[in-house]
């Protein structure tokens, strides 16, 4: 069995570039809304609350610019990423002071869990690197947003990819 890619559970119409949310309830308010675009949840206002409850026990802001909210609940039908740039950033109570310009959301299925843990895991290695985080803040698509998003895993993880019959993502 293949391990879970980042591309696997974040599509084009989850991705929002350029937004500029007023400040942690707009930003969540759009990455649900890009989760449900993509047809993973049951309940979007649900999915909210489990969201809020998350942030409320303790900030998902990372530092360095990123914030990775995620929460497990029932209202998620299937796994999924949504993502936003939001270059005028955001607070979102970072450790480092710093406003978030770079957030993924995390939708997981209640009972659920090894799979947001993993994909957490795989999404901070990748995010840690300063050239990977500004090649994502000037991607002008989503399509290139992804490929960026491909071509770092592919070099972080070669293990997870074939040399022969995995060719890679469509741009």
């Known amino acids: 069995m293949r391990a879970l890619r980042i591309t696997d559970l974040l599509q084009a119409q989850g991705i929002l570039?350029?937004?500029?949310?007023?400040d942690k309830a707009a930003a969540v308010e759009l990455l649900v809304s890009l989760q449900s675009v993509q047809?993973?949840?049951?309940?979007?206002?649900?999915?909210?609350q489990a969201l809020m409850?998350?942030?409320a026990r303790s900030s998902t802001?990372?530092?360095?610019?990123?914030a990775v909210p995620h929460a497990r609940s029932a209202a998620?039908?299937?796994?999924?990423?949504?993502?936003?740039?939001?270059?005028?950033?955001?607070?979102?109570?970072?450790?480092?002071?710093?406003?978030?310009?770079?957030?993924?959301?995390?939708?997981a299925p209640e009972g659920e869990d090894g799979l947001h843990l993993e994909l957490l895991s795989r999404l901070m290695?990748?995010?840690?690197?300063?050239?990977?985080r500004a090649q994502l803040m000037a991607?002008?698509?989503p399509a290139a947003f992804r490929a960026a998003i491909d071509r770092a895993e592919r070099a972080e993880f070669p293990e997870d990819f074939p040399p022969h019959g995995d060719?890679?993502?469509p741009r």
Not at 125 to 132: A, G, P, Q, T, V
């Open 125 to 132: 290695r990748l995010l840690m690197r300063e050239e990977f």
């Open 53 to 55: 409850e998350r942030e």
């Open 17 to 22: 570039l350029g937004a500029a949310p007023a």
């Open 39 to 48: 047809g993973n949840l049951s309940n979007p206002a649900q999915f909210r």
């Open 139 to 141: 991607a002008a698509t």
């Open 76 to 107: 998620v039908l299937r796994p999924g990423l949504s993502a936003i740039t939001a270059p005028g950033g955001v607070d979102w109570g970072a450790p480092d002071g710093s406003p978030s310009r770079l957030i993924f959301l995390i939708a």
């Open 61 to 66: 802001a990372i530092g360095s610019g990123i």
């Open 167 to 169: 060719q890679p993502m």
